[in-house]
């Protein structure tokens, strides 16, 4: 099955700890993005990268830190830095920049 | 800097009804826009995809326009079902083919 993968579904984290959000896609998609949804809202943009070894800041980056060593793989780093980090993460990928993004079923990170 | 509204924030209708969801974004220097289709605590579908030189795309029942110089974009569903009950996204990118999404309208359809 082609597709894009993320995990846990559920984390919970603790005050002052990292944690690491995977995202994984087997579709062969040079594009990879992360955003952040919080409750009746829509998405915000996180980092992407379009190439391997090669990511930006979006919108919002500030916490938060990326790394691309595989094409297939995007990891999200939420840092202890990041203040308000209970959301809904979404992980996306498209062939290149600007063609359909195609999105994972999702991480919902809560802080204890 | 771009800015994406989709009003209204909730829509309730009888099934069988047609109906609009709307979208108005600030700056029509857009690359494309999209919409998305989100089951609560799920990921995103795509829908349909218009590309700023088009005018409309369709798939079954959903048509979406876009009017680039005034800043506006339509989905039409006809013929809604329950099974259309979801959050309907709209998100345009920019030159940079970054997407900005609107806030969503929360659709449901009662039997």
């Known amino acids: 099955d082609g597709g894009i993968t993320q995990s846990p579904k559920y984390l919970f984290r603790k005050e002052g700890q990292n944690v690491t959000l995977s995202c994984e896609q087997n579709l062969n998609h040079d594009a990879m993005y992360w955003y952040r949804q919080d409750p009746g809202q829509g998405l915000r943009l996180i980092y992407y990268?379009?190439?391997?070894?090669?990511?930006q800041k979006g919108d919002i980056a500030e916490g938060y830190s990326v790394s691309r060593e595989k094409k297939e793989s995007f990891p999200l780093t939420v840092t202890s830095a990041q203040k308000n980090p209970t959301a809904f993460y979404l992980c996306a990928s498209s062939v290149q920049p600007g063609n359909t993004q195609y999105f994972g079923p999702g991480t919902r990170l809560t802080v204890l | 800097k771009q800015e994406v509204t989709q009003i209204p924030a909730a829509l309730s209708v009888p099934e069988g009804e047609n109906l609009v969801l709307n979208c108005s974004f600030t700056d029509s220097a857009i690359y494309n826009l999209q919409w998305f289709r989100q089951d609560p605590g799920k990921g995103l579908t795509s829908l349909l995809l218009i590309q700023s030189s088009q005018r409309e795309q369709t798939s079954g029942r959903l048509n979406a326009s876009l009017d680039k110089s005034s800043g506006r974009s339509t989905l039409y569903i006809a013929a809604s079902q329950p099974g259309d009950s979801a959050t309907y996204l709209c998100a345009v990118a920019n030159a940079g083919n970054m997407l900005t999404f609107g806030g969503g309208t929360r659709l449901m359809v009662k039997p």
């Open positions: 990268s379009q190439i391997v070894n090669d990511f």
